[in-house]
């Protein structure tokens, strides 16, 4: 899941995901007054075109230097930073952020967990952490229909060790006193049905306020 693989991923199609904000995103961010935002794996800059054009400042980080040419080359109305960064690496941009929006974004375990609180450390006092990740239920079905599928010299699986990467309730675990657990919950995905994940069915969605 390096920056090889994703440029890769995004180097197969002129254009991988819909074109819409993700529908988490919407539900839970329209009524929040804009302030400074870090979208991180932010692909192709749907989200971060959202916010931006709703008055938000975005920071928007993506670890494949493919989809941060291509999300500038899409243009904005607002205010963006494209930024191409290896957040588990390089550690997030410079903070606070009212917002760090993290959708969908695979970020593998580590012992300490050091990247992981280096990102909840840049959420300002009164920010917001927004993490919304696939129905691990989801994944699995479609693991299964992809390994049945698959000719016998194709890959059977493209993406992470499910084992291997953050899932909500191990950010939510490490959230401290300072936090409030606003929601941690499975819900219908709202989604358009066209461009890469359309096959999801839930998201679960963290939303975690710091005092």
């Not at 593998?108 to 993490?131: I, K, N």
């Not at 992809?146 to 953050?166: C, Q, V």
């Not at 401290?176 to 919950?185: L, T």
């Amino acid at each position: 899941m390096d920056e090889d693989f994703w440029n890769a991923r995004y180097d197969e199609d002129d254009r991988v995901w819909s074109g819409d904000p993700n529908g988490a995103l919407v539900d839970e961010m329209t009524d929040v007054a804009p302030g400074r935002a870090l979208d991180l794996g932010s692909g192709e800059g749907d989200d971060a075109r959202w916010l931006a054009a709703r008055g938000w400042e975005v920071t928007a980080v993506d670890i494949s230097s493919v989809a941060i040419d291509r999300a500038r080359a899409l243009g904005a109305a607002g205010s963006i930073t494209w930024e191409r960064r290896d957040v588990a690496v390089d550690g997030p941009p410079s903070g606070p952020f009212d917002l760090v929006s993290m959708q969908y974004f695979p970020m593998m375990r580590v012992e300490g967990d050091g990247p992981m609180r280096a990102l909840l450390d840049v959420v300002a006092p009164g920010g917001t952490l927004l993490w919304v990740a696939h129905d691990m239920t989801d994944i699995h079905r479609h693991q299964a229909e992809h390994a049945a599928n698959a000719a016998d010299d194709e890959p059977r699986w493209r993406g992470p060790d499910l084992d291997s990467i953050y899932h909500t309730d191990h950010v939510a675990a490490l959230l401290g006193d300072e936090w409030a657990v606003v929601r941690n919950e499975l819900r219908p995905r709202r989604h358009s049905g066209v461009g890469g994940g359309a096959h999801h069915v839930n998201d679960v969605v963290l939303r975690a306020a710091r005092a």
